[in-house]
């Protein structure tokens, strides 16, 4: 029995801190731009196709999931500059559009300079060893990504919190022309935002990456729409809401799977969503409400 | 210091600002009278960098600021306090002061000083240190963003209808504050719709009607010799 709650415990935790970091990727990027960045599931899909290309190299492993971390970064940042800034000021149709358009763009340059078939990932051992804790196996993979979620939400919290540029991102996301008014330079502000975005994509990938071994064209989709999900239910211009609404969609997705008979497993998703739908009935809003300002900019 | 030219704002095809002339003096208290949508706030924005200009132009210290950025304005010394103040309202009072100072951020020992100074000026605001700018008063918010904007060390203050729907005795502290402002020798455009009040501490004034100037002069001159009234409701 306390094994089982202990297992169920780290399940929770540890796809919880997956959509987490999934959804503040996401949400960092619209409390600033307060539109979505549908091109965000491919930044987890350019890392793994980074680790894809390094795994013949002689590097170390940690140095290519750097690479991958860091083209997630780099693509980010790309992605503003082609997909939103040229159009950002124009119109919101605009801006969805081009993000889509850029989204569709990296997938068919997957499948069209590597493949459309999964092609494995290098992963270290530790990633499929596991522990026996209390009488049941924990997979360590799912340790480390308890481990990595917690200290990049201390690390990130803290630069918000603490660092000059930090406030500016906050600031700008509820008041931007008054940031600016103040000296924040709107254009540092919206890469860093995409830029950090694409950090939390590269961390998300390398662990979701570790969880299911292979990478292929439509890898990104799952993870946006978990993020976008959990980004609503708890609430779309608080980051804490971002990071609450992961553990909370991780929790009933676990719950499901502890509880669900067999033949009804397929079906999780149509229970989850149900739940979701209840909780938007109930809280509109999503759980955390945030500032009450929600000026496009 | 500052010298606006034939300015003219669009908004779409209405212009808030048709065509305005008007000059601030180093160390002069310049205030911005007219009724509702006479183009007092548009002409403010345009001057700090958040609105774009039409047509004429904006030089201040004999610069042209015309197409400058917001971004830019504040690094020039123009600080804006704006009507619709914009506190941040998740950051704490000391937050949203500390970025008041974000373009001179790497003068630490500077930016603890003034903070310490606007915690004497302000003392209502050092109560509320840590407290989200959301929750403060209506007053409160007022003196942060004046506060706020001061922490640029700017030469040049626009304040945009400062005593907005503020109870009469902390107007009064308001004012106290501007007029302070002004003995330290800060240059001030300041737009209100108390004239009585702002033609008392205002070197010269202009009035503006439906986007141009109606009336200009001393604030003297202005104050005795015109019908108030028909400032703000038109002739």
């Not at chain 1, 009450?292 to 900019?297: H, N, S, V």
């Not at chain 2, 970025?99 to 302000?122: C, H, N, P, T, W």
């Not at chain 2, 918010?141 to 640029?152: F, G, K, P, T």
């Not at chain 2, 719709?193 to 439906?210: E, G, I, M, P, T």
Request: glycine share 10%; charged share 15%; net charge positive.
């Amino acid at each position: 029995m306390i094994g089982q709650i202990i297992q169920f415990t780290i399940d929770a935790l540890s796809l919880g801190s997956l959509y987490a970091l999934m959804a503040l990727g996401l949400v960092i990027v619209y409390g600033i731009l307060k539109l979505v960045n549908f091109a965000y599931g491919e930044l987890i899909m350019v890392t793994g196709y980074t680790l894809f290309l390094l795994s013949g190299s002689p590097l170390p492993w940690i140095v290519m999931a750097g690479c991958g971390i860091l083209m997630a970064v780099f693509f980010g940042i790309l992605t503003e500059l082609i997909a939103f800034r040229p159009v950002r000021a124009k119109s919101v149709t605009a801006v969805l559009i081009t993000s889509f358009a850029f989204s569709t763009l990296l997938q068919n340059a997957a499948l069209l300079f590597i493949s459309p078939r999964s092609r494995q990932v290098p992963l270290p051992d530790l990633f499929t060893q596991s522990v026996e804790l209390a009488g049941v196996i924990i997979p360590l993979r799912n340790i480390i990504t308890i481990i990595f979620a917690v200290v990049l939400l201390i690390l990130f919290a803290l630069l918000l919190k603490k660092t000059v540029l930090g406030i500016a991102l906050r600031a700008a996301a509820s008041e931007f022309r008054m940031a600016r008014m103040l000296g924040v330079p709107a254009n540092l502000v919206i890469s860093l935002a995409f830029a950090i975005s694409g950090f939390f994509a590269g961390v998300v990938g390398i662990l979701w990456l570790g969880r299911i071994g292979v990478v292929l064209p439509t890898i990104g989709l799952e993870p946006l729409l978990i993020a976008f999900i959990a980004t609503v239910i708890g609430g779309m211009r608080s980051l804490q809401g971002a990071v609450l609404g992961g553990y909370l969609l991780a929790f009933i997705d676990i719950s499901l799977n502890y509880t669900l008979p067999q033949d009804l497993l397929q079906f999780r998703d149509a229970f989850t969503f149900s739940f979701v739908i209840l909780l938007l009935v109930l809280k509109p809003e999503g759980l955390i409400k945030g500032p009450a300002t929600g000026q496009r900019t | 210091m500052l010298k606006i030219d034939n300015l003219g704002v669009k908004y779409g095809a209405v212009s808030g600002v048709k065509k305005i002339d008007l000059l601030v003096n180093q160390g002069e208290l310049v205030a911005l009278l007219g009724a509702n949508g006479a183009g007092k706030s548009t002409t403010l924005l345009a001057v700090a960098g958040a609105l774009k200009c039409d047509q004429g132009s904006i030089v201040f210290n004999g610069q042209d600021i015309t197409l400058y950025p917001p971004e830019k304005t504040i690094r020039m010394g123009i600080a804006m306090v704006p009507e619709t103040r914009d506190v941040f309202p998740d950051l704490t009072t000391h937050e949203n002061l500390k970025l008041g100072a974000f373009i001179r951020s790497r003068d630490k020992v500077g930016i603890e000083q003034d903070l310490e100074k606007m915690y004497g000026l302000f003392p209502i605001l050092k109560d509320r240190v840590n407290q989200s700018a959301g929750t403060l008063s209506g007053g409160e918010q007022q003196q942060l963003v004046i506060a706020r904007a001061l922490m640029s060390r700017p030469k040049l203050l626009l304040l945009d209808e400062p005593s907005l729907g503020l109870a009469p005795a902390i107007v009064d502290h308001i004012f106290e504050l501007i007029l302070h402002l002004k003995n330290q020798g800060l240059t001030i455009l300041l737009v209100e719709q108390n004239a009585v009040k702002a033609l008392q501490l205002a070197d010269r004034a202009y009035v503006l009607s439906l986007g141009t100037v109606a009336t200009a002069g001393p604030a003297k001159d202005i104050a005795s010799n015109s019908d108030l009234a028909s400032i703000y409701f038109g002739n």
